[in-house]
């Protein structure tokens, strides 16, 4: 049921990723050829007006198909005869709508909050090591981690476990004035709680009465925290830390949401953690998509800036038909990328049961 759900997901993810395309397209009056979701042989297709609709076989992209989009066309409403503002609006389009769909499942999630756990320290259990004016105080609110904003309790756990077991830079907001702490020597050790002895940091937060406006708050930060979650990741891969074969594709996720509905105490709550999930993904789609990559949208929003100031500088056109060209291979190069990810999945996925 959960593998079912999870395709369902990604259905609903590219669907609103090229909706954003083709409703900023007819927006801006640019011919739309074909909208698509998915990508492969056509299970079925209609046409309605210039446009094609199409549902195509396999579940792990979609497109919409506008008129001149990556070749020369004298049609006045084709893509490429449209002002710049207007191809990045419609190119910018669908990031932004993965990014709102994130965003309203997580204020859909959050709607029912009484509380929530802000960065301001109430206490410290019994036996913490860094309590002090050269330290850590009751009343103190955790600015940054590292050089890393700070919003809620959550943000303190996620930066603390990047510091792998090191003392961490620290900036503490302390009777109205921020205070540095260098080095602090702030780790996992076992305190005991409830009965239960546990690795935990030794802090307990305030909370903050979740009203209307604390719960959009928390959801717009939300939002923004998968943002950096992912720039987090991608900076990890940079640098080393995380390998190709560490990466996940539409199989892996499928499992992953799977997994997490399993695992899940109730129904009730693996739809929250897997709705939850969806809206990570939609933000993580939001982010990809706008790298400067080839055949991503954020390659052809850099192609077209970059197209832009070469025309003004050398007062000739461009031919379309280059851009096309590198697209096109990015196209190849990000398919072999996936079928490498999809075989390791598949791979990583077997071992594991």
């Known amino acids: 049921m959960y593998i079912v759900l999870a395709i369902v997901i990604f259905g609903i993810l590219i669907s609103t990723h090229e909706l954003g395309h083709f409703t900023a397209a007819k927006i801006c009056g640019v011919k739309v050829n074909e909208f698509s979701i998915g990508m492969g042989p056509a299970l079925f297709q209609f046409t309605r007006g210039e446009t094609q609709y199409s549902l195509r076989i396999l579940p792990i992209g979609g497109f919409c ?8 066309s004298v049609d006045p409403r084709a893509f490429t005869s449209q002002g710049v503002w207007k191809r990045l609006v419609i190119l910018a389009a669908g990031a932004a709508m993965n990014f709102i769909t994130g965003l309203l499942i997580v204020i859909v999630l959050f709607a029912g909050a009484t509380s929530f756990l802000t960065p301001r320290i109430a206490g410290f259990l019994e036996g913490f090591p860094c309590e002090g004016e050269e330290g850590l105080m009751a009343g103190d609110r955790i600015v940054n981690i590292n050089g890393s904003h700070i919003f809620y309790a959550e943000d303190f756990s996620v930066y603390m476990s990047r510091s792998n077991g090191e003392s961490v830079d620290m900036t503490v907001l302390r009777d109205g ?61 940079v640098s080393g830390a995380i390998g190709v074969r560490d990466l996940s594709g539409p199989v892996g996720i499928v499992s992953a949401i799977n997994d997490v509905g399993e695992s899940s105490e109730s129904a009730a709550a693996a739809f929250q953690n897997i709705a939850y999930l969806a809206a990570f993904i939609a933000v993580n789609l939001s982010v990809m998509n706008m790298l400067p990559i080839p055949a991503l949208d954020g390659g052809r929003i850099f192609f077209l800036i970059v197209t832009w100031i070469a025309e003004k500088l050398t007062r000739r056109s461009i031919d379309p038909r280059y851009e096309g060209y590198v697209h096109a291979a990015g196209m190849i190069l990000l398919f072999g990328l996936m079928a490498f990810v999809m075989v390791n999945d598949i791979i990583n996925i077997a071992a594991s049961r």
């Open 177 to 237: 004035q921020k205070v540095r702490l260098e080095d602090l020597p702030l780790t996992l050790r076992e305190y005991e709680s409830n009965g239960q002895t546990r690795m935990m940091y030794g802090i307990s937060f305030y909370r903050v009465e979740a009203n209307a406006a604390e719960r959009l708050k928390y959801s717009c930060y939300t939002a923004y925290n998968f943002v950096r979650m992912v720039w987090m990741g991608l900076s990890d891969i």
């Open 65 to 72: 198909a506008m008129e001149g989009e990556d070749e020369n």
